[in-house]
């Protein structure tokens, strides 16, 4: 069975930084693209980022490009979210998941292409 821990979350003023982790278990890890959402307090559940299986390719909502950075360790089976000039907005908790597909495609946003979620980690920003 694959297993998805995130960590990393906590309390930060705004415009500070976090790093998120993501550790999964399993085989499948290098050979899957991997994904990052979040839902706040009374909203759904919304894309933040998504990296291919080697890390050549990623994808922003474009809410946090400029300010997120996805990147992995296939060695250590985990993918990290740097998340930097961080605003009150960015309050929720940030899911890891894997991508259903081996390849990228332009659904990568939709959670429905997800298996395998983490339980995810809370992260709030005070102003």
């Known amino acids: 069975q694959v297993q998805v821990v995130e960590s990393g979350g906590g309390l930060v003023q705004a415009g500070g930084s976090l790093r998120l982790a993501c550790a999964a278990s399993?085989?499948?890890?290098?050979?899957?693209?991997m994904g990052w959402f979040r839902q706040a307090p009374g909203k759904e559940r919304e894309f933040v980022s998504v990296?291919?299986?080697?890390?050549?390719?990623?994808y922003y909502a474009d809410f946090v490009k400029g300010r997120f950075i996805i990147s992995r360790d296939n060695a250590k089976n985990t993918v990290y979210l740097q998340m930097n000039s961080l605003k009150p907005e960015d309050t929720a908790v940030y899911y890891c998941?894997?991508?259903?597909?081996?390849?990228?495609?332009?659904?990568?946003?939709?959670?429905?292409?997800?298996?395998?979620w983490g339980q995810g980690t809370q992260v709030t920003v005070s102003s």
């Open positions: 998941a894997r991508h259903t597909a081996l390849i990228l495609s332009g659904d990568y946003y939709n959670e429905a292409r997800y298996d395998y």
């Open positions: 990296i291919s299986q080697s890390g050549s390719s990623t």
């Open positions: 399993g085989r499948i890890f290098s050979a899957s693209n």
